[in-house]
């Protein structure tokens, strides 16, 4: 599909290029909220989502004392937030992590850490097993194995990545954390396929995850904004039997901090974190309107794909 005719059906937030009502998202509760650390990261993958590189700070490190704010606007507007999620960039990348991890944990917070387990986490491994051995199961560490097949997992992350993950998913899962894997559909494998492949993986290397658990390994659809995709109507609901209160942007919204920018803002989606339509304004309250979905992936990852990134999804 051409540049030109994506822009004409994703060119306007309320109606669709057919003149419909464009579907919307309201936001019940803010369940899960993501803080983006940053962009930098250690690897440039072939399709990484977010274009995070060792060079690309288009989102600037979150410190500590940012991070606090919103922890404690959480409390001050009592929302029922139970979930933090953290993801980058590679998070451990970040100076501030091990003490924005231990603010998130220490006020009671389910902790969810997305990171490639390679050299930025074992550099904290005695500050990891420290908040581990103090909140136990409220954090858990989700690793990005694309494929159980180390030629697939090279091809996305490039040569020389697949040992050092190795080496930090098992030290996680030897030193008992609680882990969980992000998979990847981009080869063509049907699910069963995926899982059973995974699962001999996890068994051969002593990895203690069930392949077969959906929240342990999540396998996400690819994400290409020049695929062809429908736009998502009001109708599209009851005919794809779809609840719009289980879509992402129903219970989360995600905090980044632009380069140049003085404070961070809030976004209506861990997926579309540059796109300024999606920006909901620098406080939690100010981002509690309903989200358009105006963006091919609203349809492709989320509602057709099936894509969901909390835990408690």
Request: hydrophobic letters at 35%; a negative charge; one cysteine or more.
């Amino acid at each position: 599909m051409s540049v030109e005719t994506l822009a004409k059906k994703f060119s306007d937030p309320f109606t669709t290029a057919k003149g419909e009502r464009r579907a919307w998202v309201d936001l019940t509760a803010l369940k899960t909220l993501w803080f983006n650390t940053g962009t930098l990261c250690n690897l440039a993958c072939v399709n990484c989502y977010i274009e995070s590189t060792p060079k690309n700070d288009a989102l600037v490190y979150l410190t500590h004392a940012e991070v606090v704010s919103y922890l404690d606007e959480i409390k001050r507007e009592g929302y029922t937030t139970e979930e933090i999620g953290i993801t980058g960039g590679e998070p451990f990348m970040n100076p501030d992590i091990i003490p924005i991890m231990g603010e998130c944990l220490d006020r009671g917070f389910q902790l969810l850490v997305l990171t490639n387990a390679m050299r930025p986490m074992m550099k904290c491994e005695k500050e990891l097993l420290e908040l581990k051995n103090r909140y136990g199961d409220l954090l858990t560490i989700r690793v990005s194995v694309d494929h159980f097949k180390r030629e697939l997992h090279e091809e996305e992350r490039g040569p020389r990545s697949w040992e050092p993950m190795m080496l930090g998913l098992k030290w996680l899962s030897d030193k008992g954390f609680t882990i969980d894997i992000a998979g990847r559909t981009r080869w063509g494998e049907d699910e069963d396929e995926l899982r059973q492949g995974f699962d001999g993986f996890f068994k051969k290397y002593g990895i203690k995850i069930d392949a077969h658990d959906k929240k342990q390994l999540m396998l996400f659809p690819e994400m290409d904004e020049n695929a062809p995709v429908p736009e998502i109507t009001t109708a599209c609901w009851d005919i794809l039997n779809v609840d719009p209160d289980d879509m992402m942007c129903a219970s989360s919204r995600m905090v980044v901090k632009r380069k140049g920018d003085d404070k961070p803002s809030v976004q209506a989606c861990t997926l579309l974190a540059y796109d300024q339509q999606f920006n909901m304004g620098q406080t939690l309250k100010e981002a509690s309107d309903s989200v358009q979905l105006n963006h091919p992936h609203c349809a492709k990852f989320c509602i057709l794909g099936g894509g969901a990134c909390s835990v408690k999804e």
